[in-house]
T-cell receptor
Framework: GAVVSQHPSRVICKSGTSVKIECRSL??????MFWYRQFPKKSLMLMAT?????????EQGVEKDKFLINHASLTLSTLTVTSAHPEDSSFYIC??????????????FGQGTRLTVV | KQEVTQIPAALSVPEGENLVLNCSFT??????LQWFRQDPGKGLTSLLL?????REQTSGRLNASLDKSSGRSTLYIAASQPGDSATYLC?????????????FGEGTQLTVNP
């Protein structure tokens, strides 16, 4: 399967600072990337969908000014958590797809980023 | 709104046992259903993908079935091993005009005891 690389795998930051998480598709072009958040022992909750070159579409209840998403190229999307607070501590996972390959193809996931805000 | 439910939430079995994980979804208008494995603190590894027109897929000791009309899927693991211990997630891809999305269940945490 295709490879999606997410960086960093773990990050600890202080309250009030911003942290950037990168998601890269290494061997395919990702027209669309998805950002998920996962709470302990809970399922993945879709936060936003980003299409290359367009503004991200955020799910209801997700603050777009707090979770900034940039998808400037077909291989890279970034999620920036701005003015982080302890309640933002969570596991963030990205997923990438090339929609030009059709709707039956699977999505590929990064290895996740554990964010801890202290 | 599509909802995905997985039963049981947790399962502990002795090594060598065959087991079945269950997934149900409320809206049968899906593109496909996918089973994933997630190890603690890690991302998702795709195990099996079943298209809406298919009834089952097999990979090694894993067999996934899909009954779209009843909104159910099962993941069968034969001859379980301690290395199978992980959380198993099922997700359905929903038909949307502006790009499909995956809706996940909460997972089944499997422990295979040596």
């Amino acid at each position: 399967g295709a490879v999606v690389s997410q960086h960093p795998s773990r990050v600890i930051c202080k309250s009030g600072t911003s942290v950037k998480i990168e998601c890269r598709s290494l061997d395919f072009q990702a027209t669309t990337m998805f950002w998920y958040r996962q709470f302990p022992k809970k399922s993945l909750m879709l936060m936003a969908t980003s299409n290359e070159g367009s503004k991200a579409t955020y799910e209801q209840g997700v603050e777009k000014d707090k979770f900034l998403i940039n998808h400037a190229s077909l291989t890279l999307s970034t999620l920036t958590v701005t003015s982080a607070h302890p309640e933002d501590s969570s596991f963030y996972i990205c997923s990438a797809r090339d929609f030009r390959q059709g709707t039956t193809t699977e999505a590929f996931f990064g290895q996740g980023t554990r964010l801890t805000v202290v | 709104k599509q909802e995905v439910t997985q039963i049981p939430a947790a399962l502990s079995v002795p090594e060598g046992e065959n087991l079945v994980l269950n997934c149900s979804f409320t809206d049968s208008a899906i593109y496909n259903l996918q089973w994933f494995r997630q190890d603690p603190g890690k991302g998702l590894t795709s195990l099996l993908l079943i298209q809406s027109s298919q009834r089952e897929q097999t990979s090694g000791r894993l067999n996934a079935s899909l009954d779209k009309s009843s909104g159910r899927s099962t993941l069968y693991i034969a001859a379980s091993q301690p290395g199978d211990s992980a959380t198993y997630l099922c997700a359905v891809k929903v038909r949307e005009t502006s790009g499909s999305r995956l809706t996940f269940g909460e997972g089944t945490q499997l422990t295979v005891n040596p």
